[in-house]
């Protein structure tokens, strides 16, 4: 059974940083796509950035391009989510997600594309 852990977050202030992580155990494929998801009260959860094996490059969503950096060390299934120059509007609840088969990029925006979920992480950046 794939499990996913995320583990990270926390309240800092804008302008400030936070990296953070998500370990997968129990994969069963080296052809594998991971994201991370966010999600406020009210809201649907929305992509933030996704990258699959393969080598292939991340993408990001508008919001986060050029502040965030998503990492894949595939070797050890594990994501991470270097966020720089943080908002109040970065609050969220994160999620990371993976799948194991492969998906064209644009459909990895889909929070249906994914079937495997951590638990969440909170991220919360005051003014």
């Known amino acids: 059974q794939v499990q996913l852990v995320e583990s990270g977050g926390d309240s800092v202030q804008a302008g400030g940083s936070l990296k953070l992580s998500c370990v997968g155990s129990?994969?069963?494929?080296?052809?594998?796509?991971m994201a991370w998801f966010r999600e406020t009260p009210g809201k649907e959860r929305e992509a933030v950035a996704n990258?699959?094996?393969?080598?292939?490059?991340?993408v990001y969503s508008e919001s986060v391009k050029g502040r965030f950096t998503l990492s894949l060390a595939a070797t050890k299934n594990t994501l991470t989510l270097q966020m720089d120059r943080l908002k109040p509007d970065d609050t969220a609840m994160y999620y990371c997600?993976?799948?194991?088969?492969?998906?064209?990029?644009?459909?990895?925006?889909?929070?249906?594309?994914?079937?495997?979920w951590g638990q969440g992480t909170q991220v919360t950046v005051s003014l």
């Open positions: 990258v699959c094996t393969g080598g292939g490059p991340a």
């Open positions: 997600a993976a799948r194991m088969t492969w998906l064209p990029l644009s459909r990895l925006r889909a929070r249906e594309s994914f079937s495997i």
């Open positions: 129990g994969y069963t494929s080296d052809s594998y796509c």
